[in-house]
């Protein structure tokens, strides 16, 4: 049988700092059959210089660069928009995959439209794995507060990008996929590190003073993802109802000092929408609701 082209969507800009370990971390995969597409969002360093680089020695890379900058998602919707691959995998431009990657994630995708697998920190941060003692959720409502499904460790099929395109305008592109494919249930967890996750120290938030700005960005994200979630043109109807529910009681939480709707859908679904929590009995659920649901200030 013949092997499948495997699509990497990579979306770069003034990324030259770490491009080349990453680059040379997919054109060195195990699995050989790939197609690169690079988009470079308009970058004013070496970045596309780099590219060009590639492309010269490699024909699998092929180089682009917008005459504008796009902004994170709509990048990654052009990139995934011009590939042609049977799967397409996602990659930032400043991590490192492990060699055998997209093999892996390909012999265990199954016939789920995506499978999404575990990361190392490396960079500016203390040692450590993305997700710990993990267990994918069982329903989408499990993806309504929290994403676990991080674009650079996505495998996904090329017929899952007509139930994702184009991205919702605000929010997280991945977020947006994990819900997605929850919500069909043609998702699966691969148990594994492969991927080598670079975090910059101004992306995460260090100082005690920034607290309050996390917790306003926190409770905007949130509040955007949910409203994307419920005009997800596939939902059913009774679960279009539930998430315009719980999208009405969380935005009291950010006019109240408590919001009682969102205290009470917290309570009653608890095991539902933070799967990945303790399973705690009725006061310790109790507590919980009542802290999440407080204002935002």
């Known amino acids: 049988m013949e092997e499948p082209l495997i699509s990497i969507a990579l979306c770069t800009y003034n990324g030259e700092k770490y491009l080349k370990e990453q680059m040379d971390s997919i054109i060195n995969q195990t699995y050989k059959k790939l197609e690169i597409i690079v988009v470079d969002d308009d970058s004013t360093d070496n970045t596309f210089d780099i590219l060009s680089n590639y492309a010269k020695v490699d024909v699998r890379v092929k180089c682009i660069k917008n005459s504008a900058n796009l902004g994170f998602n709509k990048n990654f919707e052009k990139a995934l928009k011009l590939t042609s691959g049977e799967y397409i995998a996602i990659s930032d431009q400043d991590d490192i995959w492990l060699p055998d990657k997209l093999q892996s994630l390909l012999i265990n995708i199954g016939d789920n439209w995506l499978i999404f697998s575990n990361s190392n920190f490396i960079g ?32 996904m099929r090329r017929e899952f990008l007509h139930f994702i395109l184009p991205f919702p305008q605000k929010g997280f ?125």
Not at 131 to 149: A, S, T
Request: no cysteine; proline share 3%.
């Open 124 to 155: 500016d941060r203390e040692p450590g794995t993305l997700l710990k003692d993990f267990k994918l959720p069982v329903n989408y409502k499990g993806f309504l507060f929290r994403n676990y499904v991080t674009g650079h460790t996505v495998l």
């Open 173 to 297: 592109y991945d977020w947006w996929m994990g819900f997605v494919a929850a919500y069909h249930h043609k998702m699966t967890f691969y148990d594994e590190v492969l991927t080598y996750y670079r975090v910059h120290n101004e992306s995460v938030i260090q100082r005690r003073q920034d607290l309050g700005k996390a917790i306003l960005v926190e409770f905007e994200t949130n509040a955007i993802m949910l409203n994307n979630f419920s005009g997800y043109k596939h939902l059913k109807l009774a679960d279009k109802v539930f998430i315009d529910q719980l999208k009405g009681a969380y935005q009291l939480k950010g006019s109240k000092s408590r919001s009682v709707p969102l205290i009470k859908m917290i309570y009653k679904y608890y095991h539902e929408l933070f799967p990945n929590r303790k399973p705690w009995k009725s006061l310790t659920k109790l507590i919980f609701a009542f802290k999440f649901s407080k204002g935002v200030r």
